[in-house]
């Protein structure tokens, strides 16, 4: 009967599990991934309190579905109400401030942008900073994100796209922003020109609100200005003149675009401009740029100080007693003296042109450079070729090359080049 048992029981036993190649490499892949989802998990938040009674806690930042297969990332903390916070965002090479916040009466601060493709892969690390009279504090997280970039660095995501979804920014953009959130470019492009928002919501464009691409993005988002004006009839078109407002992005797209005030303009490729929110820190500033040099240039809303626009030609540079012109068939032409003299055709050809004191710039249409000084029979002098940008400051020259270099020179015109930058999108001087 013992036998008899124990060949009962061995025949219960379940058999011995022998795992084959196949099974093996399952197992195996498994592991991976759940190793991989580890990885991705977030760091645990960590609350320091350096103050008496001020304490910040970051809580684990949340990734959202955008359009197009992107991601919205969001950072939120808590604290004190009223107190005022920073927060830093490091990974690999990259460092970057958001814009200051001051806590709304829950104590919450809070960001939210859109992450690039280019934006850098890895870990993020994240601090904010609090403080609220003599007290301070800050709080710590990371998370992994994961994009298609293999560099260092690179910016984080469209700084255009930054939102506060707690709290207020802390006195960035200034002045009264009207439905517009301070900081951004659009309270800028509402304190310049609130004719063109008044006027287009009078013809029936929404005061505000979501659009068709998506609940993330707005009526009124920077790119959405040039064709809410068209909407409402405002002259628009493709030359920058003073008072008129500058529009980048698609319009009606699943993006927030930039608009931007124009200050002065000598021609098509260098216009003064001032602008907020260009960075993440919802700053803001005046500077010459080439609005061309920028992606998706849609063009200008003219109106109210810009009048009806250009009249048939680009905008009129007048420098030192001379006034220049640069024609739509690409001639330009340059006189000085009583406005009753005569122009003299001084290029044929052109993309751009500028003047600076007794020295006159062209940029051709096939990248070449050339300056010429002294009076208007004066001969060219090739400066630079495969170019796309350039500008002239008393004795200084500037050269904007198609592979993002930006060089520089000073002095006479046979002086050589030093290269100021590289990876550029735009290259200015000051003017003198």
């Known amino acids: 009967m013992a036998r008899n048992l124990r060949s009962v029981g061995t025949m219960n036993r ?3 599990f022998r795992a084959g190649r196949s099974t093996r490499l399952l197992f195996a892949v498994l592991s991976f991934a759940s190793a991989w989802l580890c990885l991705l998990g977030p760091w645990p938040a960590v609350a320091l309190r350096t103050g008496q009674g001020l304490e910040v806690h970051v809580h684990t930042p949340k990734l959202l579905p955008a359009a197009r297969h992107q991601q919205m990332i969001s950072v939120v903390a808590e604290t004190s109400p009223s107190a005022k916070c920073l927060a830093t965002v490091e990974v690999k090479a990259t460092k970057t401030r958001l814009m200051s916040l001051v806590a709304d ?3 919450r601060v809070g960001w939210r942008w ?15 900073s609090c403080h609220k009279g003599k007290r301070h504090a800050r709080g710590t997280t990371s998370v992994l994100v994961v994009t298609r970039s293999k560099y260092r660095k690179g910016k984080i995501g469209d700084p255009t796209s930054l939102r506060a979804v707690f709290g ?11 439905p517009f959130e301070p900081g951004q470019c659009t309270c800028l492009a509402y304190r310049k020109r609130p004719d063109v ?3 287009a919501v009078a013809h029936g464009v929404p005061v505000g609100g979501t659009r068709a691409a998506g609940p993330d993005f707005y009526v009124w988002d920077g790119e959405q200005w040039l064709v809410n004006a068209q909407r409402a009839g405002m002259p628009t078109g493709s030359q920058p003149v003073a008072g008129a407002l500058v529009v980048w992005g698609v319009p009606n797209s699943a993006a927030y675009g930039h608009v931007a005030y124009v200050e002065a303009a000598t021609s098509p490729t260098h216009v003064l401009v001032a602008e907020c929110n260009y960075d993440f820190e919802g700053h803001c500033r005046t500077i010459w740029e080439n609005p061309q040099a920028a992606p998706h240039l849609q063009g200008y809303v003219y109106g109210g100080p810009a009048g009806n626009g250009p009249a048939g030609s680009s905008p009129v540079a007048t420098i030192q007693g001379r006034i220049g012109v640069l024609y739509g068939n690409g001639t330009f032409a340059v006189k000085e003296g009583g406005l009753g003299a005569g122009f003299v055709t001084e290029a044929e050809g052109a993309q751009d042109a500028v003047l600076s004191g007794n020295r006159i710039g062209v940029l051709y249409g096939d990248g070449t450079v050339a300056v010429k000084e002294g009076g208007l029979s004066a001969g060219f002098v090739t400066e630079a070729e495969h170019a796309q940008g350039v500008a002239l400051s008393g004795n200084r020259i500037g050269v904007l090359y198609g ?3 930006f060089a520089v020179k000073e002095g006479g015109l046979g002086a050589g080049f030093v290269t100021e930058a590289e990876g550029a999108h735009i290259g200015f001087l000051p003017v003198p």
């Open 105 to 107: 009466r829950s104590g």
């Open 114 to 128: 859109l992450i690039l493709p280019s934006s850098p892969s890895g870990t993020w690390h994240m601090v904010v």
């Open 168 to 178: 207020e920014p802390a006195g960035k953009g200034g002045g009264v922003c009207g």
């Open 14 to 16: 379940p058999p011995r």
């Open 197 to 199: 928002y008044n006027t």
């Open 403 to 405: 592979n993002g270099t």
